[in-house]
Every structure is written in structure tokens, then in C-alpha cells.
């Protein structure tokens, strides 16, 4: 399937509908692990430092892949590249929900992200040439509410599971669904495409595979190994490095793996580093919350899930309607409101207290799922505005891994904060504690023991929490005052589209 960039009369409905499809469901797997990732560290027997993994983990193959999307969508069809992408991710579901020990857990997870990093590119990438620039915010809009359905269902349906079933029926549920949109891609998407003949440069993936894993497994170890560990500043130094490399190499490239000269479009620049600053703040939540309600709150996994559902659904039905205001006004009066709003309600979450109301919590982040959904698409939309035609698989891709990075450094490193808090709170206070046990006449019973040693647990977690949260609100601020800086984007002038003999060239759906 090859489209002009003057933009079809009619979109490919039929594609476009497979394809999100396929990404609702790598969407709600993920959303569907973070409630169940308290029963996962008590049944497998993990801490938060390595639960963590099954987050991070998943956003860092996500990073590593995406940049060869852009030279999958070039080289290969929608419909070998969407095949490709929801068999990997059918056998990782299989995989994670037979696993019986952490790592085979994992690797099941990571073959699901390894699915899940092809998907979104090659749907953007069709959303984008589909729709002409004036018409992109609207479609972005009901794209963005069917996709964030899947956070407005999965936690609710992730807690009703957890607490009836064991946490491997949520994969378990998810495989008959993926084999039927592997039957569905298979028989309706019938694109065509001329060969072209690309390689993709392996040392490059290399590259980016050793810095952005290096940078990202240094963050994470950092929780249980101090930053004092050679192996924590070790592998952060490499991975600076080996990035270093990657970028300049990708600088020098006739076709990179990921085109880093688009950052001189400077509204694509701006919307990248507002949603990496931002996701950095977003994804902790997603991981933190969940410890404190279960955990510090001893809330049920149900409750937990209906907790964030009027967040979710309010998310979903902002969409359509962020993506109508942003063909109207552009994305910066929305995204500075939004951002506000953001800011604000991540502070409030660093207030915590051991016994913050369940209305409370529903409330707060209802506001804050409010102010998010009026900046993610619009922002990153603008900025892709900007590009020229033939720079849209490189710009999704660039955004895409970006965010996928930035949110698992947030997350390895907001929870590396909240470990090495909690640790350092608990040993002050379980001091001030047996300086008030030696003033006591008689010494405590061994109940009142435990019930003091589960308190220091609790009261300890409790604060780790609310010092990441204040982290993520300065996170949350630094984009605010970015979003000031946002001017409604128009689709640049490419001189790659002028020949010596100066005749035009037509841009190409997959960016030829």
C-alpha cells in the first residue's frame, strides 16, 4: 500500500482498525500487570528493586526496537511488519503466563515488548499520511479513545482477576484474543509494496542496545547496590558512551536507524523533550501507586483497579475532544493547563499519609489522568506537524523510543529513590524507636515487637513514596515551563525533495 503525500480521499479504515486493534491489546497487557505486581512480588518472592523489571524491562526493549521500526516501515508491508509484531507478542503472553520462577516471567514479557515496539510506529506512521495535517488532531482524538480504553478497562479487570484467580490468568485471557487478530491481519490486510532494497546496521543496534540497557540497568541497580557501585556507575558510563557513538554515527548516515537530524525542526525538539520529562514522572505512578495501596493501605486488588478507573475512562473521553481543541487552538494553551494541573496533583501525591481516604486518592487522580490527557497527543502531534512527509516514520520513532526510555530511567530511577529512602528512613526511625523501648521499665512483648517492626516497615515505604513523588513533581514542572515555548507547528520545507534537475519527489507512505 502506497500512498501520495496529498492525502487519500478515503483513509484505510479497514487497516487502521486491524492495526488498533492489535495495539489496544498490547496497550491493556500492560496496564493489566501493574495492580498485580504486589501479588507477583509476594508470590515469587521479589522486592520492588526487581519487580520493577517487569516495567522497565518492558519500556527498555521497547527503546531498543523502536529505532528499527523506522527501517522496518520503509523496507517491509503493514501487513508482514503487523504479522511479525503480534506472533512475537502472542508467544510472549504464553510464555509469561506459564511462568513459575521471576526470570522465565520476564523473558515472556520481554518477547511481548518486542511485539509491542513495532505496532504503535506502524500505526502512527498510517495515521499520519492518512489524514491531512488540518484533519490529524480530530483523528488523533478518536485513535487516542480507543487506545486509552485500555487503562480505563485493565485495572478494574486486572483486580477482579488477581483477587478470584491467580495473576497468570491475566495472560492467560489475553492469548485467545491475540491469535484471533493474528487471523483477522492475515485474511484483511492486503497492502502491497515495491522492494526496496535497505540493510539495517547492526552495530548501530548494537550501540543503542548497550547504551540505552547500560544507562537504564545502572539506574536500576542503583536501589540495591548504592550509587557508589562500580557496577552501577560502570554500566551508566558505558551506556553514555556507546549512545555518544550511537548518535554521532547516526549523524554521519546517508539512511540512519534513527534520523537524530530531526531534532532541528524545533517544535519536534520541544514536543520530544516535554513528553520525555513528562513520561519520566508518569510511569513512576503507574508502579508506585499500585505498592501503596496494596501494600502500605492493604487495600484489595479490586478496589485498587476501580480506584483508577474514573481517571481512565475521564482519559479516554478527553481524547476526542483534546483532539478537536487542538485543531482549533493548537497545543499550547492545552498543554500549559494541562501540565498545571499534572504538576499540581503529582505534588498532592507526595502528601500520603497512612490514612489518605480511598475518595481522596480516586479524586486526586482523576485531576491529574484530567490534565494528562490534555497533553501527550496534542503535544507530540504538534511536533510531528513539523516534519516533512518522508521524516514521519523517523519522527514516530524517535518519539516513541524516546518516551519508552525516558519513562523506564523515571521509573528505575524514582523507584531507586523510593528503596534507598525507605532504607535510610527505617534504620532512623526503628533508632528512635529503641531509645523510647530503653527507657520502658519492662520490656516489650514479642507482639508488640512485631507490631512496632511492621509499623517502622510501613511508616518507612510510606515516606520513600512521597519523596519520589516530589521528584516526579519537579519532573512535572521542568515541562510545564517548557510548554511556554510551544507555537503552533506548520509542515516544513523539505530541500530533500528538490532534485539537482529541481524536480519534485513524491513522498511515499513507508518515508522512500
Not at 503493514?78 to 510464555?95: D, E, H, N, P
Not at 512485631?450 to 519520589?468: F, H, R, W
Request: hydrophobic letters at 50%; aromatic letters at 8%; proline letters at 5%.
Amino acid at each position: 500500500m502506497e500512498h501520495a503525500q496529498t492525502h487519500p480521499n478515503r483513509p484505510p479504515y479497514g487497516i487502521i482498525a486491524v492495526l488498533m486493534v492489535g495495539a489496544f491489546i498490547a496497550f491493556l497487557n500492560n496496564t493489566l500487570l501493574n495492580i498485580a505486581l504486589p501479588s507477583i512480588m509476594k508470590d515469587l518472592n521479589v522486592e520492588a528493586s526487581t519487580v520493577q523489571w517487569l516495567t522497565t524491562g518492558f519500556m527498555l526493549v521497547n527503546g531498543i526496537l523502536i529505532p528499527t521500526t523506522a527501517h522496518l516501515i520503509q523496507k517491509y508491508t503493514v501487513r508482514r511488519i503487523f504479522l511479525s509484531a503480534m506472533c512475537l507478542f502472542a508467544v510472549g503472553t504464553i510464555l509469561a503466563g506459564t511462568a513459575h520462577v521471576f526470570s522465565i516471567l520476564l523473558a515472556g514479557r520481554m518477547l511481548q515488548a518486542s511485539g509491542s515496539a513495532i505496532l504503535m510506529p506502524t500505526l502512527m506512521n498510517v495515521m499520519l499520511v492518512s489524514f491531512p495535517v488540518e484533519k490529524r488532531g480530530t483523528a488523533m482524538g478518536v485513535f487516542g479513545l480507543i487506545l486509552m480504553s485500555a487503562p480505563a478497562i485493565g485495572p478494574t479487570l486486572s483486580g477482579w482477576i488477581v483477587e478470584h484467580y491467580d495473576w497468570r490468568m491475566l495472560f492467560h485471557f489475553i492469548t485467545p484474543i491475540a491469535i484471533v487478530v493474528i487471523l483477522l491481519g492475515f485474511f484483511l490486510i492486503k497492502d502491497k509494496k515495491e522492494k526496496v532494497n535497505l540493510r539495517l546496521d547492526f552495530l548501530s543496534l548494537l550501540l543503542s542496545s548497550i547504551g540505552f540497557g547500560g544507562i537504564l540497568y545502572g539506574f536500576s541497580s542503583a536501589g540495591n547496590k548504592g550509587w557508589d557501585s562500580p557496577q552501577v556507575y560502570g554500566t551508566i558510563i558505558i551506556g553514555a558512551i556507546c549512545l555518544t557513538i550511537f548518535i554521532l554515527k547516526q549523524l554521519k548516515q546517508e539512511r540512519p536507524m534513527l534520523n537524530f537530524s530531526i531534532y532541528k525542526y524545533p517544535m519536534f525538539a520541544l514536543s520530544s523533550a516535554i513528553t520525555m520529562v513528562l513520561n519520566m514522572a508518569l510511569f513512576s505512578g503507574m508502579l508506585l501507586l499500585p505498592i501503596y495501596v496494596q501494600t502500605i493501605r492493604g487495600i484489595s486488588p479490586m478496589d485498587a483497579g476501580l480506584m483508577l478507573l474514573p481517571g481512565a475512562v475521564l482519559m479516554s473521553l478527553m481524547s476526542p475532544i483534546t483532539g478537536k481543541l487542538f485543531d482549533k487552538f493548537g497545543g499550547r494553551v492545552l498543554a500549559i493547563i494541562g501540565l498545571t494541573i499534572t504538576t499540581i496533583t503529582t505534588y498532592m501525591f507526595s502528601k500520603l499519609q497512612l490514612d489518605t481516604s480511598y475518595a481522596h486518592l480516586i479524586t486526586i487522580y482523576s485531576i491529574r489522568a484530567l490534565g494528562i490527557s490534555m497533553v501527550m497527543m496534542p503535544v507530540s502531534t504538534n511536533g510531528l506537524n513539523q516534519l516533512p512527509a518522508r521524516f514521519y516514520p523517523h519522527g514516530t520513532a524517535m518519539n516513541n523510543t524516546m518516551n519508552q526510555v525516558a519513562g523506564a530511567i523515571g521509573t528505575a530511577l524514582l523507584v531507586t529513590v523510593m528503596t534507598n529512602h525507605t532504607a535510610t528512613r527505617a534504620k532512623e526511625i526503628a533508632a528512635s524507636a529503641k531509645a523510647s523501648m530503653g527507657s520502658m521499665t519492662t520490656p516489650p512483648s514479642p507482639a508488640a515487637l512485631a507490631e512496632m517492626k511492621q509499623k517502622v516497615m510501613l511508616e518507612s515505604m510510606l515516606d520513600g513514596i512521597n519523596y519520589s513523588f516530589v521528584i516526579a513533581t519537579g519532573f512535572a514542572a521542568i515541562a510545564l515551563i517548557l510548554a511556554f515555548f510551544i507555537k503552533r507547528a506548520k509542515p516544513a520545507e523539505d530541500p530533500g525533495e528538490v532534485r539537482p534537475a529541481g524536480k519534485k519527489v513524491t513522498a511515499k507512505l513507508a518515508g522512500n
